[in-house]
């Protein structure tokens, strides 16, 4: 429905995306038959913001193609057009017109609702530390509740001033003429907290930044080195160093945004638990500090397979091929996987719940701080399907494997906060488990993934 829309403005969007009538749940009785496609899912969310920022600072004008049309983004681009930038989003493209750094023009009192994407909030921030005008952050009841401090602490650092309400949103942030460049440690291995740091060094603090900081998903690195800025970055077996010398104008640029894997991930899955499916999952982005998903699954024994391998502009993509797998086996999941599948680790839970043997996660304190309490939530929903798990401390999961797992009571799944990714996850365990399932905040997709439940129709879901 919304690609549709030729020439459209971005708040027409917004309100139509709001207006999707959604908010009564879905109800799932059965499980979905065997398939076998081809489907492609909507743009990468971290590309699709990264790309609006970096446009927003660019010299010239900026086109995305296949731009994620997701509440984040367009939360993003609704913040730009408040700081003065001009937005066109016809149906094929996104293009920006960026003045050179430090160009937003806005009015006093100023406020911008990142909704509920910490991504936006965080990094938004990060483009404002020349900005001396104050300016109120804030965000849904989830971001509301998402801490703010890990990207405070670096922006005072270069020299923004923030007045807070105990390191969460709404916010006030004032920048500086005085910003200076800093040596910074990252250590929750947090790629919104890396990209803050990068971006407001490179907007607005002449000199070299450096930065140590823990692996995470590398876009903004990325992004710099196509875009040309000055970037140095030296791996270690725990660490990224990353220098970058700011205040470096550059030029507009064009960018195709490939498929969001977190998105993909469903898919793979949904078909990895069906019964005799195949699919395969088009222009999906495999940068290997993503696509933990895929190699946790393979540990399991699922045989996924990246087809037809390209690069483009720095970043990795292919096809996927998936097929159902039977006797997948647990997995003492290490550590370092855990920032390439920040995002899936629900849907491992999953997997794990039908695996033969005791499958371990540990080290994942970051988990209980996105949209929701994502590791608490994965504790409910197993115990809702009969599955016994054990806590690791506050940051692990063991969970028992039940290989011939089959449901058939009823379960309803109700989320306050409306977290996009536990809705998901649900109709996933729904359309493979069977039973009779109630899940509440079918709206909450629009988040990153509006066309969700379209997708599960198209392999022949049924829900109501
Ligand atoms: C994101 C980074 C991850 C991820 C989020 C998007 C990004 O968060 O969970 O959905 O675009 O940089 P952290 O960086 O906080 O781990």
Redesign the pocket.
């Known amino acids: 429905m919304i690609l549709a829309l030729e020439h459209n403005t971005l708040a027409i969007l917004l309100n139509l995306i709001n207006n999707i009538s959604m908010s009564k749940p879905i109800t799932i009785k059965n499980k979905i038959k065997n398939f076998k496609k081809k489907i492609s899912v909507e743009g990468d969310?971290?590309l699709s913001?990264r790309f609006a920022l970096l446009a927003s600072q660019a010299l010239g004008k900026s086109k995305a193609y296949n731009l994620l049309r997701s509440e984040d983004v367009l939360n993003t681009l609704k913040c730009l057009k408040k700081l003065g930038i001009s937005i066109k989003l016809t149906r094929k493209y996104c293009q920006i017109q960026g003045n050179g750094l430090n160009s937003y023009v806005y009015k006093n009192n100023l406020t911008l609702n990142a909704g509920n994407s910490?991504?936006a909030a965080r990094l938004i921030c990060s483009t404002l530390l020349n900005s001396t005008k104050e300016i109120k952050i804030t965000g849904d009841n989830s971001l509301q509740k998402r801490d703010m401090k890990r990207i405070i602490e670096p922006l005072e650092k270069f020299g923004a001033s923030f007045k807070r309400n105990k390191g969460t949103l709404p916010l006030f942030i004032k920048g500086s003429n005085l910003i200076k460049p800093i040596n910074y440690q990252e250590v929750l291995?947090?790629?919104?907290?890396k990209?803050a740091v990068m971006l407001g060094a490179l907007i607005s603090a002449p000199g070299i930044t450096k930065l140590k900081c823990k692996p995470?998903?590398n876009?903004t690195e990325l992004l710099f080195k196509h875009l040309k800025i000055p970037i140095k970055i030296k791996k270690t077996k725990k660490f990224d160093y990353i220098q970058i010398r700011g205040k470096h104008n550059f030029k507009s640029f064009n960018y195709k945004i490939p498929s969001d894997i977190?998105s993909a991930a469903f898919f793979l899955v949904l078909t990895l638990l069906s019964k005799d499916s195949q699919l395969i999952i088009k222009n999906v982005n495999i940068n290997p500090t993503r696509t933990g998903i895929i190699s946790i699954l393979n540990m399991m024994g699922a045989k996924i397979l990246l087809l037809n391998k390209r690069k483009y502009k720095g970043e990795l993509i292919a096809n996927i091929f998936v097929k159902s797998k039977k006797n997948l086996k647990a997995i003492n999941c290490n550590k370092k996987l855990n920032?390439t599948a920040?995002?899936e680790m629900l849907l491992l839970f999953l997997v794990s719940s039908v695996a033969k043997g005791v499958s371990t996660y540990k080290g994942l304190e970051?988990l209980n701080k996105?949209e929701s309490k994502r590791l608490d939530w994965g504790f409910k929903i197993l115990k809702m399907i009969g599955i016994k798990t054990k806590k690791i401390s506050n940051h692990g999961i063991k969970i028992y494997g039940k290989p011939n797992l089959k449901l058939k009571k009823k379960y309803i799944i109700k989320n306050y906060l409306k977290d996009h990714r536990i809705f998901m996850v649900c109709v996933v365990a729904a359309m493979v488990l069977g039973g009779e399932w109630k899940i509440y905040n079918p709206e909450s997709i629009k988040t990153s993934f509006p066309s969700f439940l379209q997708v599960i129709k198209k392999l022949g879901g049924k829900l109501n």
Do not use: F, L
């Not at 291995?189 to 907290?193: H, L, N, V, Y």
């Open positions: 969310k971290s913001i910490g991504t291995g947090s790629a919104q907290c990209s995470s998903r876009h977190s920032s920040i995002d970051e996105k």
